[in-house]
Antibody, heavy 122, light 107 residues
Framework: QLQLQESGSGLLKPSQTLSLTCAVS??????????WSWIRQPPGKGLEWIGY???????YYNPSLRSRVTISVDRSKDQFSLRLRSVTAADTAVYYC??????????????WGQGTTVTVSS | SSELTQPPSMSVSPGQTARITCSGD??????VSWYQQKPGQSPLLIIY???QRPSGIPERFSGSSSGNTATLTISGAQSMDEADYYC??????????FGTGTKVTVL
């Protein structure tokens, strides 16, 4: 059974760079038909899509975050990563990684990590 | 990217039917997914491709889509269905959009 696990920096100061990694276990990140996504949820608010990446490195980002975001993939380690530059308090959120199932679920996200809390505070 | 609008909240009596709408430009031309999120938990995919249920999702959850509106229906709501619900679709620029979310209370 595929599982995703987020890890990374939990407390940041304004202007720093957020770095998170999502480890894929129980399956391969290189399987065709899937992409790998980051989503965040500010406290008490809704879900916001950040971006996703395919195992070949092709990536797509939320236009509102595109200038600050980079998502990368490491196929040898079955993991993908998020970098968000110049963070502010508005970037405080629970960050989730998820699998996008294009072939089996028409773009639905069928596997999610447990989420990791990132707080930006001076 | 486009926006998807949902009612902020709704309440339903146990055993009754709840219908949650999701409105967006040309939504009927896109595949819509629905997620259930309970407090402190990650979202769970409950509907994909407008009306399909993944394995293990109860039959009381159903979906439909037409025109600019998609609808999630919970038939015979149970207390365990109390949660936040989000719609999601991909717009033409390959960007994903989530709905604003609906808090469903069963009482």
């Amino acid at each position: 059974q595929l599982q995703l696990q987020e890890s990374g920096s939990g407390l940041l100061k304004p202007s720093q760079t957020l770095s998170l990694t999502c480890a894929v276990s129980g399956g391969s990140i290189s399987t065709d038909g899937y992409s790998w996504s980051w989503i965040r949820q500010p406290p008490g608010k809704g879900l916001e899509w950040i971006g996703y990446i395919y195992h070949n490195g092709n990536s797509y980002y939320n236009p509102s975050l595109r200038s600050r975001v980079t998502i990368s993939v490491d196929r040898s380690k079955d993991q993908f990563s998020l970098r968000l530059r110049s963070v502010t308090a508005a970037d405080t959120a629970v960050y989730y990684c998820a699998r996008v199932a294009w072939a089996t679920f028409s773009g639905g996200m069928d596997v999610w990590g447990q989420g990791t809390t990132v707080t930006v505070s001076s | 990217s486009s926006e998807l609008t949902q009612p902020p909240s709704m309440s339903v009596s146990p055993g009754q039917t709840a219908r949650i709408t999701c409105s967006g430009d040309k939504l009927g031309d896109k595949f819509v997914s629905w997620y259930q999120q309970k407090p402190g938990q990650s979202p769970l995919l409950i509907i994909y491709q407008d009306s399909q249920r993944p394995s293990g999702i109860p039959e009381r959850f159903s979906g439909s889509s037409s025109g600019n509106t998609a609808t999630l229906t919970i038939s015979g709501a149970q207390s365990m269905d109390e949660a936040d619900y989000y719609c999601q679709a991909w717009d033409t620029s390959a960007a994903e959009v989530f709905g604003t979310g609906t808090k469903v209370t069963v009482l």
